[in-house]
């Protein structure tokens, strides 16, 4: 019984010391690089995929959301994301209390996914502003 004991232990042990060597081998666990459990992802942005590679973790029940940088090397949070520095959110976005925002004169993008300089509903404005100079021009070229 003291042998079966002894074995199981030694198993346990080495099983162990084989899987930490592995998470801590693949520790790094960037986009598109091999995993075999989501421990072996980075935290937050990441999860191990089907494929068994690191890919941005897209969330919809728990509302995380992260896409691959511009340069594909790494997964970033688009707005209103939690990031702990500027180069966790997406390009022209900052990290403003722990939350992805866009910068200063940069609006967020219809579907959240980029900062523009695209106002929203500013289209619907400006053509309403267009019509009515043009009606302001006619009406003082007729009177």
Do not use: W
Request: aromatic fraction near 14%; hydrophobic fraction near 35%.
């Amino acid at each position: 019984m003291k042998k079966l004991v002894c074995c199981v232990l030694f198993f346990n042990v080495a099983f162990s010391a084989v899987s930490a060597g592995y998470a801590q081998e693949h520790r790094s666990g960037e986009l598109n690089e091999p995993c075999q459990l989501y421990t072996h992802c980075r935290q937050n942005a990441y999860v191990c995929a089907k494929n068994r590679t690191c890919q941005c973790y897209q969330g919809y029940v728990v509302r995380k959301f992260y896409v691959p940088d511009k340069f594909i090397e790494k997964c970033v949070g688009v707005i209103d994301q939690p990031c702990q520095y500027d180069d966790h959110c997406i390009f022209d976005a900052f990290c403003s209390n722990k939350t992805c925002k866009c910068k200063e004169n940069l609006f967020q993008s219809e579907d959240g996914y980029s900062c523009t300089t695209f106002v929203p509903g500013a289209s619907t404005q400006n053509k309403f502003v267009g019509a009515l100079l043009v009606f302001i021009l006619l009406f003082i070229r007729i009177t």
